[in-house]
């Protein structure tokens, strides 16, 4: 018998593996062990928890959105779900740490302590965060479905709706071959739009469902809390690393929000517990208007993007509108004003700026 041929052997190697990232390659050591480990996964993971002082897992960092319910304690899913839960801690100290939140350190034998408030303030960032994480997950498997094509009345009636939105200036053809080339461009905008449109609602429909089947309204807060937080952080980069011609600003609500709720775990962590380590932008560089690598740059791709304007659609109010279509179920529908109220009230009463009554 191999030396991981037994049960109490996989399991003591498992149990005190340093790491989650180990539990997969145990797994992959020999045929003898996979199958020991999958007939007692479900032990092996409750034990690995318990050693690692892990009592409980939240339910919403738990949750599969596919399914509506819980997902199934496994070894693929257990690593994913405590490199989440240290992911939104990190994020939540680092908000804490910020400036913004609620932080008193206390040095005690050279360990930073947080008091009970400020505890209570990240506590409710990180259960924020959670949900964040599952929204951008809807949004990731919302933008990889494949979407029915605009039919003809469709078409038409976007064109209507498209032609009252739109602030770009009025086009006069007045040959024949003009007219054509107008209604070539106008026809190919209008369903650029309403093809981008479909897709956009119906992640606002799948964001939408998700709020009220699985968010109570306190969850809701520690959402609007959490998000409120990362566009600070957010418009502290932006604003450290966007252009710096005076003239324009580089920071827009809309693009914000639609930019944080497509970021996966992973990039949100790249973006800001990651790159605020580099150094870039300085502002020695900037005054000597030296060329500057960003760090940023990469990460914040798709938020440049947007802000610049898509060349394809040629006009940024349908874009704005476009973005509104799957952000605007999180933020405003169903309540979602009444809650951001409550985050903002919550979050001045924890910065000292007066008392924070839920109900008033």
Same mark, same amino acid.
Request: include cysteine; glycine fraction near 6%; proline fraction near 4%.
């Given at each position: 018998m191999s030396l991981f041929g037994c049960v109490p052997d996989v399991l003591f190697q498992i149990i005190n593996a340093s790491d989650v990232s180990t539990l997969p390659a145990l797994c992959v050591l020999n045929r003898t062990t996979y199958q020991t480990i999958k007939a007692n996964e479900m032990l092996i993971c409750t034990l690995f928890l318990r050693h690692h002082g892990i009592a409980t897992l939240d339910p919403i960092l738990m949750l599969d959105p596919t399914t509506g319910h819980p997902g199934s304690l496994t070894i693929p899913n257990l690593q994913k779900f405590i490199t989440r839960q240290e992911t939104a801690g990190k994020l939540a100290a680092r908000v804490a740490r910020s400036g913004w939140g609620a932080w008193w350190a206390i040095k005690d034998a050279g360990i930073d302590k947080m008091d009970d408030e400020a505890d209570l303030f990240r506590q409710r960032v990180e259960r924020g965060v959670y949900v964040v994480f599952q929204m951008t997950d809807i949004v990731t498997r919302g933008e990889r479905r494949k979407h029915q094509r605009p039919g003809r009345f469709a078409l038409a009636v976007r064109a209507v709706r498209c032609s009252l939105m739109s602030r770009r200036p009025s086009r006069t053809c007045r040959s024949r071959e003009m007219s054509y080339l107008c209604y070539a461009r106008d026809i190919t905008h209008n369903y650029a739009v309403l093809s981008r449109e479909l897709r956009q609602e119906e992640i606002g429909k799948m964001l939408l469902a998700?709020?009220?089947?699985?968010? *109570?309204?306190?969850?809701?807060?520690?959402?609007?809390?959490?998000?409120? +937080? @990362?566009?600070?952080?957010?418009? +502290?980069?932006?604003? /450290?690393?966007?252009? *710096?011609?005076?003239?324009?600003?580089?920071?827009? *609500?809309?693009? +914000?929000?639609?930019?944080?709720?497509?970021?996966? /775990?992973?990039? @949100?962590?790249?973006?800001?517990?990651?790159?605020?380590?580099?150094?870039c932008c300085s502002v020695e560089d900037r005054a000597r208007r030296d060329i500057i690598v960003c760090n940023y740059s990469g990460a914040l791709k798709e938020y440049w993007s947007a802000w610049l304007g898509d060349p394809d659609l040629d006009c940024k109010n349908c874009e704005a509108w476009l973005r509104s279509r799957s952000v605007k179920p999180v933020l405003n529908d169903e309540g979602g004003e009444t809650y951001d109220?409550? /985050?903002? *009230?919550?979050?001045?009463? +924890?910065?000292?700026?007066?008392?924070? @009554? @839920?109900?008033?």
């Amino acid at each position: 018998m191999s030396l991981f041929g037994c049960v109490p052997d996989v399991l003591f190697q498992i149990i005190n593996a340093s790491d989650v990232s180990t539990l997969p390659a145990l797994c992959v050591l020999n045929r003898t062990t996979y199958q020991t480990i999958k007939a007692n996964e479900m032990l092996i993971c409750t034990l690995f928890l318990r050693h690692h002082g892990i009592a409980t897992l939240d339910p919403i960092l738990m949750l599969d959105p596919t399914t509506g319910h819980p997902g199934s304690l496994t070894i693929p899913n257990l690593q994913k779900f405590i490199t989440r839960q240290e992911t939104a801690g990190k994020l939540a100290a680092r908000v804490a740490r910020s400036g913004w939140g609620a932080w008193w350190a206390i040095k005690d034998a050279g360990i930073d302590k947080m008091d009970d408030e400020a505890d209570l303030f990240r506590q409710r960032v990180e259960r924020g965060v959670y949900v964040v994480f599952q929204m951008t997950d809807i949004v990731t498997r919302g933008e990889r479905r494949k979407h029915q094509r605009p039919g003809r009345f469709a078409l038409a009636v976007r064109a209507v709706r498209c032609s009252l939105m739109s602030r770009r200036p009025s086009r006069t053809c007045r040959s024949r071959e003009m007219s054509y080339l107008c209604y070539a461009r106008d026809i190919t905008h209008n369903y650029a739009v309403l093809s981008r449109e479909l897709r956009q609602e119906e992640i606002g429909k799948m964001l939408l469902a998700f709020r009220r089947k699985h968010l *109570d309204e306190e969850r809701e807060v520690d959402f609007h809390i959490a998000l409120q +937080m @990362l566009r600070l952080l957010l418009e +502290m980069v932006i604003f /450290a690393h966007g252009p *710096d011609d005076g003239t324009t600003t580089p920071c827009d *609500d809309s693009i +914000m929000w639609w930019f944080l709720l497509r970021q996966p /775990a992973s990039s @949100l962590a790249h973006l800001f517990l990651d790159l605020p380590d580099t150094k870039c932008c300085s502002v020695e560089d900037r005054a000597r208007r030296d060329i500057i690598v960003c760090n940023y740059s990469g990460a914040l791709k798709e938020y440049w993007s947007a802000w610049l304007g898509d060349p394809d659609l040629d006009c940024k109010n349908c874009e704005a509108w476009l973005r509104s279509r799957s952000v605007k179920p999180v933020l405003n529908d169903e309540g979602g004003e009444t809650y951001d109220r409550y /985050a903002r *009230d919550w979050i001045r009463q +924890m910065r000292g700026q007066g008392e924070f @009554l @839920l109900r008033g």
